[in-house]
């Protein structure tokens, strides 16, 4: 990308998986699960740090990048996906942040993106860790357009005969617009909607009390409270911490530093060794977390941090 940018042959960047089984799955957290357990924690820093860099260049990248998506795309791919200028993606794609179910927090900027949504979207998305597809993309603002699947090799050619223009943008957004159809139902988002007030709470554990109850009456709601219930206590309140303080700051660099120092304190954590164990090493779907509850979880620690790394972030 560095390259690309003073190279006048490039005319645009294009993201692209390779199939329709995924544009990307996310980072290699077992890698930097390894490290950290050989205690060098100056590797697992230079990993984030680096994928951060990249995320922020694609956000700022002075020529037009475009990302095609289909199928899995989760943690680090929407890094790559989501601070695209153009994004396209089609009605079945799969996008997550599932940081919660390895004892880690959603970072790659996604707190920038997600931060032009209604909090009680984002927040419903990042705290449950569950995949939606098209409509939901579209609706939390992390694609632009959804065009059909059998479509996508001929948006493709026309993606790259657009750059070949004089005035590309245009010829990308005309092409985008005649391709465009419609994704259906936001599914997650609306039902977010209708239980807005249970996102009125301080902490992630009086929303995830006020979401369990209410899932007691709509079993729509069931599968994000069993989520929830499942999800790293620790975890699940420094999403709702960082997401909120993201909201504040004023620009995709001032998150992605957030970022950067929020996730090298918590892969050193406990939950992050044994989250990565139980989801991605031993698979046994079964991580037992430390601290198990949430009235067992130092918030007071969690915001001192949050509020350190927010001020290092807006200097």
Not at 5 to 20: M, N, P, T, W, Y
Not at 22 to 43: P, T, Y
């Amino acid at each position: 990308l560095e390259a690309w940018r003073d190279d006048a042959g490039v005319r645009a960047v294009l993201f692209e998986g390779r199939g329709s089984r995924g544009f990307c799955s996310g980072g290699d957290v077992r890698d930097v699960r390894r490290r950290v357990l050989d205690g060098d924690m100056d590797a697992a820093r230079s990993y984030f740090e680096t994928e951060y860099r990249m995320d922020g260049l694609i956000a700022d990248y002075a020529k037009p990048v475009v990302a095609m998506t289909d199928g899995i795309v989760m943690g680090g791919g929407i890094g790559i996906a989501g601070h695209a200028a153009f994004r396209v993606t089609t009605p079945d794609a799969r996008y997550a942040m599932p940081e919660g179910t390895i004892g880690f927090v959603p970072d790659v900027g996604v707190n920038w993106i997600l931060g032009k949504a209604p909090e009680h979207r984002a927040l419903m998305f990042l705290m449950s860790g569950l995949p939606v597809t098209g409509a939901d993309v579209l609706a939390l603002g992390l694609a632009d357009c959804a065009v059909a699947p059998e479509r996508l090799a001929e948006t493709r050619a026309g993606l790259v005969a657009a750059a070949a223009t004089g005035d590309i943008e245009p010829a990308l957004v005309a092409l985008l617009q005649s391709e465009t159809i419609e994704a259906g139902e936001p599914i997650l988002c609306g039902l977010a909607d209708r239980h807005e007030g249970a996102f009125a709470g301080e902490t992630a554990a009086e929303i995830a009390t006020a979401l369990a109850t209410a899932a007691e009456d709509d079993p729509d709601l069931r599968p994000v409270s069993e989520a929830l219930a499942a999800r790293s206590p620790t975890s699940l309140e420094a999403i709702v911490i960082g997401h909120r303080l993201a909201r504040r700051l004023t620009s995709v660099e001032a998150v992605l530093a957030l970022d950067l120092r929020l996730a090298t304190a918590i892969a050193g954590q406990a939950d992050f060794i044994e989250g990565v164990r139980a989801q991605l090493v031993d698979k046994d779907r079964n991580p037992r977390w430390n601290p198990a509850r949430f009235e067992d979880v130092d918030r007071a620690a969690l915001r001192e941090a949050a509020a350190e790394v927010a001020a290092v972030s807006q200097g």
